[in-house]
């Protein structure tokens, strides 16, 4: 029997097997953690044998500096190193001169959408002739739809619970032939026929990929019931209502992503000092003591140091309770040089400035823009991370902390349940502190909880943080992830991926299969 040829269609990715030619490794466009998990699919899949294919838009002008090494040597030699045939990069002018995945206009990014997947069904799909397609997120959701009308399983991955619709003559308007597969599709309200709906019955974008794909995956288990749940106000009744029907049905199912490989702290090429579980305590606290200088902080490496690593948003990550409670910690914990360190970016930052400047905390509290570079060192310099976020699709801060030894202050929803147990030092389990209800009070109490451990004896503290890191790195990685979708592809095949088929395991919610 050959392989199944499957064919991956994502609007971003880190990084993709040196075997699908020497550039592929710089084919690079990311804007979150789509493309670290799709990358870790595709070279597992390739690892493990798969006749693998790839869709992806060619983004040149975010492509130039990767390849830039490339573009010196001569044309032959180039094109001797360009990727093979299993790489279908969407060329279009829409592409090539975007600097980010994603625009800030909400209708230019509809039109990047539908440029990719008029691309994708017209020529990529022909061409590929794949026995099983894997879309990502409602940029790839027209695609299950066609899928659908030509008989072959298609998986629809949701990253991210946004949406957009818009009416069908303006989908035919951009190249696609929606009338061939507009039965797969849904709409906000029940269509009567094709003419009636082609030009005043909106369709919803993420509700269509969810309703004509075969099976359908979210980012973790827990977001995936709390969304059945009717939990959220924010989501789509629509989007709801088909994911709960898929649910129901034994065809929905929660896969968690997993940290890129580069948070590593053995291997973390930023930091000051590398370390692993055996030798963290000294490792850490010589990240903590370049880190305060570096950034004006009170120079002290028995301080406790709180990292927040997410976005400043107050709909989502819940900045606004930290905000509530941060004179209260800083001050309950004045003696011990307590300290908090930001690296986000976000519409709530200035508020946090204003308080910082207001009881001059400059050298406890130090606010800074995102960097790259600045995030792992604080990954390796905390000692938490402070996650109170009001829902949490996945979440990649809480898996990436316990591996660097930074344990979670977190709230217990989505992801977060799913990767953070509350820790118990007398049963020697759990990886970080939880609180139940969303509020400033449940944050505080986290806290404490935190606090609590740190003032443990040393060698108590660092015998659990040691099991920690250990766990968390066996258990947060791309390998795991890759087996539960592969686990996936072969119960929609009906049939092992490859010949000398490995038994994986998947973390599953509602199936009945």
Same mark, same amino acid.
């Given at each position: ?5 499957? *064919? ?63 573009? $010196? ?40 959408? *539908? ?13 590929? $002739? ?5 879309? +990502?997120?409602?940029? =790839? ?15 629809? =991955? %949701?990253? +991210? ?7 069908? &003559? ?6 696609? #032939? ?18 009636? /709906? ?7 974008? *993420?509700? /269509?990929? %969810? ?7 979210? @980012?973790?288990?827990?977001? !995936? ?17 088909? !994911? ?10 929660? %896969? ?5 490989? &580069? ?6 090429? @930023?930091? =000051?000092? +590398? ?52 004179? #209260? ?98 049963? +020697? ?35 659990? %943080? ?21 686990? *996936? ?22 199936? $009945? !299969?």
């Amino acid at each position: 029997m050959t392989n199944p040829r499957i *064919l991956i269609v994502t609007p971003e990715v880190t990084y993709l097997p040196n075997r699908m030619g020497n550039l592929a490794n710089y084919l690079t466009a990311k804007a979150g953690g789509l493309a670290d998990v799709s990358a870790a699919l595709i070279s597992a899949l390739f690892d493990q044998g798969a006749d693998v294919h790839v869709a992806l838009p060619d983004y040149r002008a975010i492509f130039r500096d990767n390849l830039a090494p490339f573009l $010196k040597k001569e044309h032959n030699a180039i094109k001797q190193a360009m990727p093979d045939d299993r790489i279908h990069l969407i060329e279009d002018r829409a592409f090539y001169y975007l600097h980010h995945v994603y625009s800030c206009d909400g209708l230019e990014n509809t039109k990047l959408a *539908l440029t990719f997947q008029r691309d994708v069904i017209n020529y990529i799909l022909p061409r590929v $002739k794949p026995d099983l397609i894997h879309c +990502n997120d409602w940029m =790839t959701a027209l695609i299950p739809a066609v899928a659908r009308e030509m008989g072959i399983p298609c998986l629809f =991955t %949701i990253h +991210n619970i946004h949406t957009v619709k818009c009416p069908l &003559s303006y989908i035919e308007d951009r190249g696609i #032939d929606a009338a061939a597969f507009w039965r797969h599709l849904h709409y906000e309200r029940v269509p009567l026929n094709y003419e009636e /709906s082609r030009g005043f019955n909106a369709l919803d974008f *993420l509700t /269509s990929g %969810i309703f004509a794909s075969h099976f359908v995956n979210t @980012v973790s288990p827990t977001f !995936l019931l709390e969304i059945v749940e009717g939990k959220y106000d924010f989501v789509e009744r629509l989007v709801q209502q088909e !994911l709960t029907n898929k649910w129901k049905a034994g065809c929905a199912f929660g %896969i968690l992503n997993a940290p890129d490989p &580069s948070f590593h702290p053995e291997a973390d090429r @930023v930091l =000051t000092c +590398n370390y692993g579980p055996r030798d963290h305590v000294e490792g850490k606290q010589i990240n903590k003591s370049f880190l305060q200088e570096s950034l004006g902080l009170i120079k002290d490496i028995h301080a406790p140091v709180f990292f927040w690593p997410s976005r400043l948003d107050p709909i989502q990550k819940g900045c606004q309770l930290l905000a509530e409670i941060l004179y #209260d910690i800083v001050s309950t914990y004045w003696t011990q040089n307590l300290e908090i360190i930001f690296v986000a970016n976000g519409e709530f930052k200035q508020h946090f400035k204003e308080i910082v400047r207001f009881h001059k905390f400059d050298n406890r509290v130090a606010i800074c823009d995102f960097d790259e570079q600045l995030e792992h060192l604080a990954y390796a310099a905390s000692d938490f991370i402070l996650m109170p976020s009001r829902f949490e699709p996945c979440g990649l801060p809480q898996m990436i902390a316990p591996i660097y030894g930074s344990l979670p202050v977190a709230h217990d929803t989505g992801g977060i349940h799913d990767t953070i147990v509350h820790l118990d030092v007398a049963e +020697n389990s759990g990886n970080g502190f939880l609180f139940e209800f969303f509020d400033a009070q449940g944050l505080s109490w986290a806290t404490d909880q935190a606090m609590a451990f740190y003032n443990l004896p040393s060698e108590t503290k660092a015998r659990q %943080i040691e099991r920690i890191m250990k766990e968390s790195a066996a258990t947060f990685n791309h390998e795991v992830t890759a087996k539960g979708y592969i686990d *996936l592809y072969e119960r929609m095949l009906q049939r092992p991926l490859v010949s000398r088929n490995v038994e994986f395991g998947i973390k599953a919610v509602g199936s $009945k !299969l």
